[in-house]
């Protein structure tokens, strides 16, 4: 955890009242983004995501697997988060375990809508190849690389660039003679399908750190919050899912104000992300 | 340079990219020491003398003396051995070095320093608040906290190792002590040289930058070394302290003592400055600093936007310059 002296610390609370912050961002804008996109050969989708000293990386497999008898039409999706302990030292051994089980329920939240999967940011209907019989299991797992604040902006992004870079093999299905069988499945190892990802949000933190409230905190402002309120908000400027860390209570009306802005910062911090992709993609073409 | 280019984590667009390509390029043309440098498994001619002495990072294989680490070889009479770039730190005696304490232990506080072991300031090497030369008392070490706690940064001079192998500290005068007021910035140690003056007061901003030889660099607003308006400030602090137990008016104090923006202002841009000057891997002096400061002002850079690629390729092509200049000088 970072040790930080109290003169320090009042220097950063100072600075976010004053609105300029230790390293001359305003409240309410984010470090720089940058993006890279096929970091993992083996992988369907993988992505990279930097923001400032934060580092993540995320993987996408999609195997095939049986939709569950609940849910016939819809494809699954799991997402696991493992925090390094390359990342930080408190991370080692078991120790990075509450933090990876929270991130990956705040994104299992934000993305993947409610029980029934429905209003989930990933299309689960389109991962159904044959209702109730086959359909592709989509594994997101993602990797803290080097913490400095601010995970699961950071996540959540890395998330929405691997599922553009993921492509779901094509698959022809060949019918058994009864419809209780299995059916064959054939799948083509050269036609890949884009994943349609125009509905996965981007999550926005904003932290409360005094009388005010930051986006993309580092981690010596985090050790200063006294609460954070994580709103992910997808294309149209909707609300998608909401979580809320940190003990302190927070007024009504300053969350109300907190959404606004967040969908405000969303739009940004969206099409800044488009454009990092567009050009990750221009050079992994290059290469 | 594509691991340069890793490195920075910058995305440049394709102008940026051949502007800093040749700015890194000519400075890698421009230092002369490229024969004495080795990678691992090297070779170093050593002309077959007989008594040659083999220090650190260097071995013996098939008769041939080779480099087991990378970075500058160095003779010193008989004794061939190689420094090592980006290594930890490594004090020596009379290094002023800035760290922060991490345990407040019997007579003494340990500090982190980005050496290998912690180091140690003992109570009886520094001075008291009360600027009083006398015998520490059992009081005075019951008090300890009231002069440095957990996490607070500190700044002092390397006094030297022990039999032992520990190492210490002194803060026997006033310019050392706790740093409050600013931030501390953490770069490799081999940045920062050795120089008569790692204490700068930077006037045109008033902005107190303290280099330390561990690459622990506090930006900070500026403190007056005057000798009792410093024990006053501290007293002060104290009676604030004891304010704020008993609640009421703290929110006001507080505001009282902030730092004014326009010295906040100044601090960031120049902490930002020397990150981008690490980032980049340049030497850091109070001159080249100040320079990209000035710079960044004059180009009306925004202070977030010194860390932004535009600003990292003319900070390089700066330092070409800058050293061209030098060595028209020196030729």
């Known amino acids: ?287 | 340079m594509t691991t340069m280019q890793r490195e920075l984590r910058l995305s440049l667009n394709q102008t940026q990219r051949v502007r800093l390509q040749s700015a890194l390029q000519q400075l890698e043309e421009m230092t002369s020491l490229a024969s004495a440098i080795t990678v691992v498994a090297d070779t170093i001619p050593v002309n077959h003398e007989d008594s040659i002495l083999k220090g650190h990072g260097t071995s013996d294989l098939n008769g041939e003396v080779v480099a087991t680490l990378c970075g500058v070889v160095e003779r010193v009479n008989k004794l061939v051995y190689v420094r090592a770039q980006r290594a930890r730190y490594k004090p020596e005696v009379g290094d002023i070095i800035v760290g922060r304490v991490i345990e407040v232990a019997p007579k003494r506080w340990r500090l982190e320093i980005n050496f290998s072991q912690d180091a140690v300031l003992m109570l009886s090497s520094m001075n008291l608040p009360d600027g009083l030369q006398r015998r520490r008392t059992a009081v005075d070490e019951l008090n300890m906290r009231s002069i440095f706690v957990e996490n607070d940064v500190i700044c002092a001079e390397v006094r030297g190792f022990q039999h032992d192998g520990s190492l210490h500290l002194q803060a026997r005068s006033q310019k050392y002590g706790k740093l409050e007021r600013g931030m501390l910035l953490t770069v490799p140690a081999y940045l920062v040289k050795r120089r008569k003056q790692h204490f700068h007061h930077l006037e045109n901003y008033g902005v107190d930058l303290i280099l330390g030889s561990n690459g622990f660099i506090w930006v900070g607003e500026h403190v007056d070394m005057n000798g009792e308006n410093h024990i006053l400030a501290d007293q002060v602090s104290r009676e604030d302290m004891a304010d704020k137990s008993c609640v009421g008016q703290v929110t006001q104090e507080v505001h009282e003592r902030i730092t004014p923006l326009e010295i906040r202002t100044h601090i960031c841009r120049v902490a930002n400055s020397v990150r981008v000057l690490s980032a980049l891997g340049f030497n850091l002096t109070v001159e080249v600093i100040v320079d990209t400061v000035e710079a960044s002002i004059s180009l009306n850079t925004d202070i977030k936007d010194i860390l932004a690629a535009e600003f990292y390729v003319q900070t390089a092509e700066r330092e070409v310059q800058r050293r061209v200049s030098l060595s028209r000088k020196k030729g």
């Open chain 1, 1 to 287: 955890m970072v040790g930080l002296s109290a003169g320090e610390k009042h220097f950063i609370y100072g600075g976010i009242a004053q609105d300029l912050r230790t390293d001359g961002r305003q409240r309410l804008h984010y470090r720089p983004i940058s993006v890279e996109i096929g970091v993992i050969p083996q992988a369907n989708g993988s992505s990279r995501v930097r923001l400032g000293a934060t580092d993540v990386i995320v993987s996408i497999k999609a195997e095939l697997g049986r939709p569950s008898s609940l849910h016939p039409d819809k494809g699954k999706v799991a997402i696991f988060i493992d925090c390094s302990p390359t990342a930080a030292p408190m991370f080692e051994g078991r120790g990075g375990e509450e933090l990876s089980s929270e991130l990956s329920l705040a994104l299992q939240r934000c993305l993947l809508g409610g029980r029934s999967g429905a209003g989930a940011g990933i299309d689960l209907s389109s991962l159904v190849i044959v209702e109730g019989k086959v359909c592709w299991d989509l594994y997101i797992d993602g990797l803290v690389v080097s913490s400095d604040g601010n995970l699961l902006d950071a996540l959540a992004a890395a998330i929405k660039v691997a599922l553009c870079n993921t492509g779901i093999p094509k698959t022809t299905v060949n019918l058994g003679a009864s419809p209780n069988d299995q059916p064959d499945v054939d799948v083509s190892d050269e036609e890949f399908l884009q994943f349609d990802t125009s509905g996965v949000p981007v999550i926005v933190t904003l932290t409360k750190v005094g009388r005010h409230y930051i986006v993309d905190a580092t981690s010596e402002e985090e050790s200063q919050m006294s609460s954070a309120v994580s709103i992910s908000v997808n294309r149209h400027g909707q609300i998608c899912g909401l979580t809320k860390r940190g003990g302190a209570g927070l007024d009504p009306s300053v969350i109300l104000d907190m959404i606004s802005v967040a969908k405000h910062v969303g739009e940004q911090l969206m099409s800044s992300l488009d454009s990092e992709i567009a050009a990750a993609e221009a050079s992994a073409e290059d290469q």
